[in-house]
T-cell receptor
């Protein structure tokens, strides 16, 4: 069964360092997403991506964040200068098409710990 | 953008009882309402969804109802089992998915 895969499963980084979280969406999916979940809290939308550009982003997704699809399979989230409050679980998701009637498939997440 | 409110934040039931989780949304253009289940250490997984042209949908022990006039929709789980214990998130979409705050359901054996 096709699945969204995320690497690494856990990343520890020093405050101020850059991190790149990687995702391999399901191969025939066209829409890609990043979400963040601070421990015990809600799943927060960060950004959606389609046709090699950002479709929508939330207020959390500031200039410190960027996304890229560097090749035909990977979808990455970069945080330029990490802060303590960036510590969270980051989920990648993909779907065949946007919105109605289209299930979003989530990866297992990357736990980012900023120390 | 869409604002989704979800209640309750925690819910504890005895095995075999029913559980109901409610969500309200703000954007009248929303036309797709999925429910996701998140088990410990995993990403959310779709369990049921409903489109705006339908008032109710059922899949075995799970059902979702939608009231477009009142802008609310609910998840109903009947004959709950311990494996139903998880965090449940609702979402509403005119566009990208924005989740509610989540409900932690505990089913006691």
């Amino acid at each position: 069964e096709p699945e969204v895969t995320q690497t690494p499963s856990h990343q520890v980084t020093q405050m101020g360092q850059e991190v790149i979280l990687r995702c391999v969406p399901i191969s025939n999916h066209l829409y890609f997403y990043w979400y963040r979940q601070i421990l015990g809290q809600k799943v927060e939308f960060l950004v959606s991506f389609y046709n090699n550009e950002i479709s929508e982003k939330s207020e959390i997704f500031d200039d410190q964040f960027s996304v890229e699809r560097p090749d035909g399979s990977n979808f990455t989230l970069k945080i330029r200068s990490t802060k303590l409050e960036d510590s969270a679980m980051y989920f990648c998701a993909s779907r065949v098409r946007a919105a109605v009637y289209s299930e979003a498939f989530f990866g297992q997440g990357t736990r980012l710990t900023v120390v | 953008g869409e604002n989704v409110e979800q209640h309750p934040s925690t819910l504890s039931v005895q095995e075999g009882d029913s559980a109901v989780i409610k969500c309200t949304y703000s954007d009248s253009a929303s036309n797709y309402f999925p429910w996701y289940k998140q088990e410990l250490g995993k990403g959310p997984q779709l369990i049921i969804d409903i489109r705006s042209n339908v008032g109710e949908k059922k899949d075995q022990r799970i059902a979702v109802t939608l009231n477009k006039t009142a802008k609310h929709f609910s998840l109903h789980i009947t004959e709950t089992q311990p494996e139903d214990s998880a965090v449940y998130f609702c979402a509403a979409e005119p566009n990208d998915m924005r989740f509610g705050a989540g409900t932690r359901l505990t089913v006691k054996p």
